[in-house]
């Protein structure tokens, strides 16, 4: 069971970047899949996930509007769109597969059951 983010780098403020999840597990199409962040002293917080079916995404407060979570169940990737990047972005960002279907759980990382390695971000002022 494998889950592979890349894509991360080095932006400008108001930049953009798309990171991608490859998995390898088709029985994680299936499975909501969600994008989390860690700044360096931080805890890992929700960024945004999106349904099985890929037609619910939600997303946290600080990123609605600019990152756009999508989901590809042929090619089993989940990506993240990130636009108009702030320097308070800057963090390893982690993808996420869990079998919960109880929407009040998606934004907690405890909900999801794998992890993959995480991609560092980094948005310089």
């Known amino acids: 069971v494998q889950l592979q983010a890349s894509g991360g780098g080095l932006v400008q403020a108001g930049g953009s970047l798309t990171l991608s999840c490859a998995y390898s597990?088709?029985?994680?199409?299936?499975?909501?899949m969600g994008w989390f962040r860690q700044a360096p002293g931080k805890e890992r917080d929700f960024v945004a996930t999106?349904?099985?079916?890929?037609?619910?995404?939600y997303y946290a407060e600080s990123v609605k509007g600019r990152f756009t979570i999508s989901r590809d169940k042929v090619k089993n990737t989940v990506t993240l769109q990130m636009n108009s990047l702030k320097p308070e972005d800057t963090a390893v960002y982690y993808c996420?597969?869990?079998?919960?279907?109880?929407?009040?759980?998606?934004?907690?990382?405890?909900?999801?059951?794998?992890w993959g390695q995480g991609t560092q971000v980094t948005v310089s002022s």
């Open positions: 996420a597969a869990g079998s919960t279907t109880i929407l009040s759980q998606i934004r907690y990382a405890s909900a999801y059951n794998y």
């Open positions: 597990e088709r029985s994680f199409n299936n499975y909501v």
């Open positions: 999106i349904f099985r079916n890929g037609g619910r995404t």
